[in-house]
């Protein structure tokens, strides 16, 4: 095995404990981390807002950190919620990790916090690697992204809790292929559970909260992650398909 696989594991490795001393710590005071995952453009900060103004409106204590490479902007946005916000600024990085969420959360947080959203960078490639402490992944993909996404990025589809199509309303005029999408879902994530949302309407807005709640109050996630070994590679092979390769996360888990 070369150096440079031997750090990676070794980074990987060491954002792993810190994420479940995260994960305990959280829910030993209540509160339940959920990670947002996606592609720019998904419209996962617009969504996210409209859910944190249901919890206010619900009075369920709820808080966000967003992340950027560069502006506050989304931090902005989401605050329009009247939920307590923080930005997040990787500085170029492209995911963030458990010891920034930590450090960010850190003399912060409410103490009465139900949920903690976590908006990650746009992306869903490096994001999909790193445990931030999450006891609930949301991968989220709009209906102008392409039904065939699932199968371009399975790591981030496969370790997914429960995957949430954005943007319905526009979905006849992308001519989006939701059978297809579903079955591609399926294909590497056997049996997840997929969630129709559209934040102009509010269509699915209280699901995804309750999904956080249900999280929260120690229901099992609807669908666990694979679990292959932990940052390794793995091949996935569905009889007449072709291969599928996947580097795989160390999935998160439920807290004890």
């Known amino acids: 095995m070369c150096r440079s696989?031997?750090?990676?594991?070794?980074?990987?490795?060491?954002?792993?404990?810190?994420a479940a001393a995260l994960r305990g710590d959280l829910a030993r005071r209540g509160t339940v981390l959920v990670n947002l995952l996606s592609s720019p453009g998904s419209g996962k900060t617009?969504?996210?807002?409209?859910?944190?103004?249901?919890?206010?409106?619900?009075?369920?204590?709820?808080?966000?950190?967003?992340?950027?490479?560069?502006?506050?902007?989304?931090?902005?946005?989401?605050?329009r919620s009247g939920?307590?916000?923080?930005?997040?600024?990787?500085d170029g990085l492209c995911h963030l990790e458990a010891l920034q969420v930590r450090t960010r959360l850190e003399g912060w947080l409410p103490e009465d916090t139900a949920v903690?959203?976590?908006?990650?960078?746009?992306?869903?490639?490096?994001?999909a690697?790193?445990?931030l402490g999450e006891t609930l992944r949301i991968v989220l993909m709009a209906v102008t992204e392409?039904?065939?996404?699932p199968l371009?990025?399975?790591?981030?589809?496969?370790s997914a809790h429960l995957v949430v199509v954005t943007k319905t309303d526009l979905a006849e005029a992308a001519g989006f292929d939701e059978d297809a999408f579903r079955a591609n879902v399926h294909r590497v994530n056997p049996g997840v559970g997929i969630v129709r949302t559209c934040a102009r309407t509010g269509d699915g807005v209280d699901t995804l909260l309750d999904h956080a709640l249900e999280a929260r109050d120690g229901a099992p996630p609807h669908h666990p992650p694979l679990a292959p070994r932990p940052h390794d590679h793995t091949v996935h092979r569905t009889p007449g398909d072709e291969t599928v390769h996947d580097h795989h996360p160390h999935p998160a888990t439920t807290a004890p």
């Open 5 to 18: 696989t031997d750090v990676k594991q070794a980074v990987l490795a060491r954002n792993d404990d810190l």
């Open 116 to 127: 903690l959203f976590v908006e990650n960078v746009g992306n869903l490639v490096c994001p």
């Open 83 to 90: 939920a307590p916000v923080q930005q997040v600024l990787t």
């Open 152 to 158: 371009k990025y399975p790591t981030a589809f496969g």
């Open 146 to 149: 392409g039904e065939d996404k």
């Open 46 to 79: 617009e969504l996210l807002g409209r859910v944190l103004a249901r919890a206010v409106e619900r009075g369920v204590p709820v808080a966000a950190l967003t992340a950027d490479l560069a502006t506050e902007n989304d931090a902005r946005r989401l605050a």
């Open 129 to 131: 690697s790193y445990d």
